[in-house]
């Protein structure tokens, strides 16, 4: 016995008036209708109607049980939608990690459009240069440079991650302006340093850059190395000397003249952008969307 199919069944009689009327809402003959109240009444072991060849009240019991139908119906239904909703409209917390120059100039203005579109999101951002567990960590998606290494997570490639050399007008009119790559040896070279499980390592003395000629190698020293992309384009601001920097940080310092790109024909190493989450999480609303979003902003 289904027993919310009668429960439904007895609520469309008494409303309905009689077997006849819930037979039709309930696209069912009206034999059928009277099986279901007459399998309710034996699991009830009480009556709900009194019947006569003309009409049919409720009992004392069935009032009440009507009542209690009502309520149980709806909050079926309450349920039934929120499960709807669940599947169509964006809602929850979404955490996402990305590296820290991408995330605060690239992904956070991005977040901010996304929220006020889904006003039912909350956002959880980690920023660190470190690879984390998505699964483990409980993220929902990432945002990472370089080859993804096989694994289960679904990797969507974006625009590549790329650098430039500039400097400080102030530095460059105290030093001079570094005409050939082979110029930098003579200027004060600012480096990133890279992490190196508990350590960090220093950047290479030598940046690879391939120009007119090809992919050449040229030494470079200088009074700085640091493990932050923001505190170094700060050094470079200051004019402290010459770095390659990531295009999504110091766009905005170059269209203002801030700071000057050198050497235009040298291109710095350039590294590929992922979009990375597990399969499973796709299905949620808040993925997806966070997802599509992002491939519109940034995908190739």
Not at 60 to 68: D, I, M, T
Request: net charge neutral; glycine share 6%.
């Amino acid at each position: 016995m289904d027993v919310f199919l009668a429960m439904t069944v007895f609520v469309k009689v008494v409303e309905g008036g009689s077997m006849t009327a819930a037979a039709r809402q309930c696209e069912m003959s009206t034999t059928m209708v009277g099986n279901h109240l007459k399998a309710l009444e034996q699991r009830l072991g009480v009556s709900l109607l009194q019947r006569t060849t003309r009409r049919q009240n409720l009992t004392e019991f069935g009032v009440e049980y009507y009542r209690r139908c009502v309520e149980v119906l709806g909050l079926v239904n309450d349920s039934e939608r929120m499960a709807e909703q669940a599947q169509t409209e964006p809602s929850g917390t979404l955490r996402v990690t990305a590296p820290p120059a991408f995330g605060a100039e690239r992904l956070s203005p991005m977040l901010s459009d996304f929220v006020q579109r889904y006003p039912q999101i909350k956002v959880e951002v980690v920023l660190s240069n470190q690879t984390m567990d998505l699964i483990e960590h409980g993220f929902d998606a990432a945002i990472r440079l370089g080859t993804p290494e096989s694994s289960a997570l679904i990797a969507r490639p974006l625009q590549d991650y790329t650098l430039t050399i500039c400097a400080a007008p102030a530095y460059l009119k105290r030093r001079g302006t570094p005409q050939s790559a082979d110029d930098l040896r003579d200027h004060d070279c600012l480096a990133f340093a890279y992490p190196a499980g508990d350590d960090w390592r220093a950047a290479d003395k030598l940046w690879r850059l391939t120009g007119p000629d090809g992919v050449m190698e040229v030494p470079v020293s200088g009074s700085m190395i640091v493990n932050s992309t923001p505190a170094l384009r700060q050094a470079v601001l200051a004019g402290m000397g010459v770095s390659m920097l990531p295009d999504v940080l110091i766009s905005e310092d170059i269209a203002s003249g801030r700071l000057v790109p050198l050497l235009q024909d040298y291109q710095p190493p350039s590294r590929t952008l992922w979009l990375m989450y597990p399969q499973d999480r796709y299905r949620l609303p808040k993925v997806r969307q966070f997802v599509e979003q992002a491939l519109r902003a940034w995908g190739k």
